[in-house]
């Protein structure tokens, strides 16, 4: 079955140390978004990728980072710049300006930095 | 002002009650519109995307006002599996981005 698949679902870092969160998709989508979830609180975006070496900073890009080497995975590495990394990272993909085609999400990584 | 604007609630509502959640969204370009449901903890799930039309998929119902710019999701004969929370998600292809409410959370009481 197709979809996206996030690794790990739970992760524990030390404060000041860079994390990589993976996501792979095997929908053949172009699109590609990465979230953030705090308690209590709506999605953020942090990046998005449209197309293969191309991505965009979204609302809270600052302290991320994303490559966009192959069509099927978009990491998300947090580095240590980033003030207050624990929280729920979702990632997402789609079809590029397709008319009303939704956005499908791996299941999640969550995050703990102490 | 916020792209997309939902009540969140809290909705408590008894077993077999019919609620509605609505909907806002401040760019008239939108394209495209979208209800999931979240559980709590896990990813958002799509539940249905809402058509100019109107659509209904067994106890649920979505409607688009084009000229209002809102968007509503009616669930009729509440069941306690539907307990969560409801977002609406809005697509602009202008940034062809996708922009959240910030979501409504539903509980149904037996």
């Known amino acids: 079955d197709g979809g996206i698949t996030q690794s790990p679902k739970y992760l524990f870092r030390k404060e000041g140390q860079n994390v990589t969160l993976s996501c792979e998709q095997n929908l053949n989508h172009d699109a590609m978004y990465w979230y953030r979830q705090d308690p209590g609180q709506g999605l953020r975006l942090i990046y998005y990728?449209?197309?293969?070496?191309?991505?965009q900073k979204g609302d809270i890009a600052e302290g991320y980072s994303v490559s966009r080497e192959k069509k099927e995975s978009f990491p998300l590495t947090v580095t240590s710049a980033q003030k207050n990394p624990t929280a729920f990272y979702l990632c997402a993909s789609s079809r590029v300006s397709s008319y009303n085609s939704p956005l499908h999400f791996g299941n999640g990584t969550r995050l703990t930095v102490t | 002002r916020k792209e997309v604007e939902q009540d969140p609630g809290p909705f408590n509502v008894p077993e077999g009650a019919t609620v509605a959640f609505n909907c806002t969204y401040s760019?008239?370009?939108?394209?495209?519109f979208f209800w999931y449901r979240q559980d709590c903890r896990k990813e958002p799930k799509l539940l249905m995307s809402?058509?100019?039309s109107g659509n209904e998929d067994g106890r649920f119902t979505a409607q688009l006002n084009r000229a209002s710019q809102y968007i509503s999701l009616l669930i009729r004969d509440s069941k306690l599996s539907d307990s969560a929370t409801y977002l609406c998600?809005?697509?602009?292809?202008?940034?062809?981005?996708?922009?959240f409410g910030t979501g409504t959370s539903l509980t149904v009481i037996p």
């Open positions: 990728s449209q197309i293969v070496n191309d991505f």
């Open positions: 998600v809005v697509f602009s292809n202008t940034g062809n981005q996708f922009y």
């Open positions: 809402v058509y100019s």
């Open positions: 760019n008239s370009a939108s394209q495209s």
